[in-house]
């Protein structure tokens, strides 16, 4: 962990990430999803409400939260939980799917990269 993610990752989030087959599809042959893998505990910052619109091919999204993290493993479709979870499930959880993930270089330390990870509503 780099010195300023140190003091600044301070906060508990759980990540779900999602299963994915051989075929490197999170579906099976009937379309149905694979699941999630057992719920992960990271150290994260965040930041509520930014409401930025992210144009996707005619479709708009809401972001609802910005989570900030040296995690560098999170994807879109995974979900992300301010707070900590040991339910398998992150709906039932209440965690929020991940709509985009930005990586930003660590530019004191280049220990390791900083991520935003955005999720929507």
Known sequence: MSAVANWSYTAPCTVWKRLVGDDGKSINEYGEPLGFAAPLQIMADYQGGLSKKIADIGSEKVVKNTIWSEYALADTGDYILIGTSDNP?????GADEVM???CYADTFDRTADDYAILTGV
């Open 89 to 93: 499930d992150p709906v039932a959880a």
């Open 100 to 102: 985009q993930v930005i």
